[in-house]
Structures are given as structure tokens and as C-alpha cells.
């Protein structure tokens, strides 16, 4: 899939579901579970044990309507192995100029952290496609993201850290912040019974 109908269909989705396990067979039950509820984008941090290999099982695996981020991402040779093992997006904390270099040259589409308004814009200006605005909670939550989207109103934010099953519903809503392209979600803290999908 190319880098535009990439960010286009996280834009459309809304919701990027973050996996964060502690073993790749609970992170395939949690991904079995997020694809049976008709979310075709997941994001496989590099916390996971083989998170790579998982990433490029996946990438034989699905449909090549499914986005496969790669996430925890922290240096150029974990973004360019996530690549070559399939993944359409890499996501880092934070903001690594060379990270988001080599992800520009490769043609990946690429959301690195940033937390204050320099951070964010220095991101931007150094060729993010996203910026991830982590841990946006610490600041505020919505209340902060709409202050920032303020002043960026071209730049592209996803907020991530402390969006929850109790927050969502409510500051989080699109029409309160018309202009943020999603949300990430941290699926492999969801509590699923032993007989879940």
C-alpha cells in the first residue's frame, strides 16, 4: 500500500489500537480480537517479544487492506528492519531525526512523539507525516491537544497516552476536535476472557 493511502486510512479509521503484551501469543489474541471488530490497522510495539518477526507473520498473513504499524520504534535500524519485514508505518515515543530520514527515503509514512508545541513543530518541519502527542493526558488531554491544534492547525496530531475506555466517549469526541487525525489506543490492556476471538 503506498505511503497516501496509508495515512489516508488511519485518517478514515480514527483509531490506531496499540498492542503492548508480553507475549506474541497474547498479542495475536489481541489482534484477532481487534480485526474481528472491523479495525483493519494495529500497531505492534517493539516491547513485544519477536515483535519483528510478528510484524512480518502479519504482513504474509493479511489482507493488504490491513496497515501494520510498527510502534516503540527508537533508531534508523529498527524502523528499516520493520520495513523490510512489512510494516506500513512507523511510530516512535519521540522524535529522532534520523528515524524520520530513513523512513522518508524508504517512502514509509512515519508519527514520531512529541510532547510540547517545539517538539511537535520540529517534528513536523524535520518530515513527519503524524505527529503523536505523547503522553497527551500528562497535559491536559483534549483540553491541551485543542490548544495545540490551535496554533498548528496544519499539522497533523494523534493523541496517545491516557485515552481510555473511560475518557473516549467523552473529551475525546471527533466534533470537539475537528481537525486531530485519531487516536491511538492502548488495545493490549483490554481485558479479554479466555473465550474471546
Known amino acids: 500500500m503506498e505511503k497516501s493511502q496509508v495515512l489516508e486510512k488511519i485518517r478514515e479509521i480514527g483509531i490506531i489500537p496499540v498492542i503492548r503484551t508480553v507475549s506474541t501469543g497474547e ?7 481487534i480485526l474481528a471488530g472491523g479495525v483493519d490497522v494495529l500497531e505492534i510495539t517493539m516491547t513485544i517479544p519477536g515483535a519483528i518477526e510478528l510484524i512480518e507473520e502479519l504482513a504474509r498473513e493479511l489482507n493488504d487492506d490491513k496497515i501494520i504499524n510498527a510502534g516503540t520504534v527508537l533508531d534508523p535500524e529498527t524502523a528499516q ?11 516512535s515515543p519521540l522524535f529522532d531525526a534520523k528515524v ?3 523512513c522518508n527515503q524508504s517512502s514509509i509514512a512515519v508519527m514520531p512523539g512529541a510532547l510540547t508545541p517545539k517538539e511537535i513543530f520540529t517534528a513536523w518541519q524535520n518530515g513527519a507525516d503524524l ?6 493526558n500528562a497535559m491536559g488531554g483534549a483540553h491541551y491537544l485543542k490548544a495545540v491544534k490551535a496554533v498548528f492547525p496544519h499539522i497533523r496530531l494523534v493523541s496517545t497516552g491516557g485515552v481510555n475506555l473511560e475518557n473516549a466517549a467523552g473529551s475525546w469526541k471527533p466534533e470537539h476536535l475537528p481537525s486531530v487525525s485519531g487516536t491511538s489506543w492502548p488495545a493490549g490492556s483490554l481485558q479479554l476472557s479466555p473465550s474471546a476471538p
Open 27 to 33: 498479542a495475536r489474541r489481541v489482534i484477532k480480537a
Open 81 to 91: 528492519k520493520c520495513n523490510e519485514a512489512g510494516a506500513n508505518f512507523i511510530v
Open 100 to 102: 524520520v530520514l530513513c
Open 131 to 136: 505527529v503523536k502527542v505523547f503522553p497527551v
